[in-house]
């Protein structure tokens, strides 16, 4: 069994040496696939030098167009060419806690795709402040409604796929360039009809590095979800 876990990266210094290391804490026969979109931080160059020290951890560079969806699809395009079983994706600035990866592998064993649902009995949204709460709640029950998904945080990015869903799914033809591409990824699951359930986690809000969510990429998802709906694609 090959686990493979993904994470995007853009200008997390503080974050992925710590997040790295909990991972690796975690003795699980996992590896680990950053995917950097050349941070002007240096990310890419501390985990480099980490991959040099660990053959567990790869990084992916990427250096032409930027964007949280082109590199969720390049990690994932990485994946299948290295015949990844299952694919874990997660976010770099230590809001998605690693100790969560041994429940994912345990629960993807009876479905195709395990959700971190914060809005689960037993999830929730730490250190997080009233708005950011709210908007997270309002994004789910949007996107559930016009999407008609059954799962209770559709807009989480801590995820399990099972390799042969991201194939089926055709990652290749996947158009989102920003976080969008949780929501255009999951309508392709629920269209073919894969297994989709859900484990509570706790998410923590990032304590370094800035958000790279604004109200621009929030309007134009909450725009493209409604283009999905009409378009069916
Ligand atoms: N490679 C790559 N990663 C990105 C890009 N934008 C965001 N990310 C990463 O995607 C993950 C989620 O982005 P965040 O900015 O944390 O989004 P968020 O969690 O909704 O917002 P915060 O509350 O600020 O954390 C983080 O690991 C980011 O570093 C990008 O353009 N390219
Ligand atoms: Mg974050």
């Known amino acids: ?31 680990i696939l950053v995917v950097d979109d050349n941070s002007p931080d240096g990310t890419w160059k501390i985990v480099e030098d980490y991959a040099k020290k660990n053959s567990k951890l790869h990084l992916l560079r990427r250096t032409l167009e930027r964007g949280r969806g082109l590199a969720g699809i390049a990690g994932f395009k990485h994946a299948l060419e290295n015949k990844a079983d299952y694919v874990v994706e997660m976010d770099g600035d230590l809001s998605h806690d690693p100790k969560y ?21 037993g999830g929730g949204e730490v250190g997080r402040g009233f708005l950011r709460r709210l908007i997270t709640r309002l994004a789910a029950i949007y996107v559930r409604v016009l999407l008609g998904f059954k799962v209770t945080d559709p807009t989480s990015g801590y995820r ?70 009409v378009r069916g694609k």
Request: net charge positive; with cysteine; glycine share 4%.
């Open 1 to 31: 069994m090959k686990v493979m876990v993904i994470i995007p990266t853009y200008n997390e210094r503080e974050n992925i040496i710590p997040l790295l290391d909990e991972i690796m804490n975690l003795k699980e026969n996992i590896e």
């Open 101 to 121: 990866i041994p429940e994912f592998l345990k629960k993807i064993k009876d479905c195709d795709v395990v959700i971190g649902s914060r809005l689960l009995p």
């Open 160 to 229: 399990c796929y099972r390799g042969q869903v991201l194939r089926a799914i055709d990652i290749e033809s996947l158009k989102a360039r920003d976080p969008f591409l949780l929501s255009e990824m999951l309508f392709r699951c629920y269209k073919k009809n894969f297994r989709i359930k859900e484990i509570p986690i706790l998410f923590r809000d990032r304590k370094s590095g800035a958000s790279k969510i604004g109200w621009r990429i929030l309007v134009t998802y909450l725009f493209k979800v409604l283009k999905l709906r």
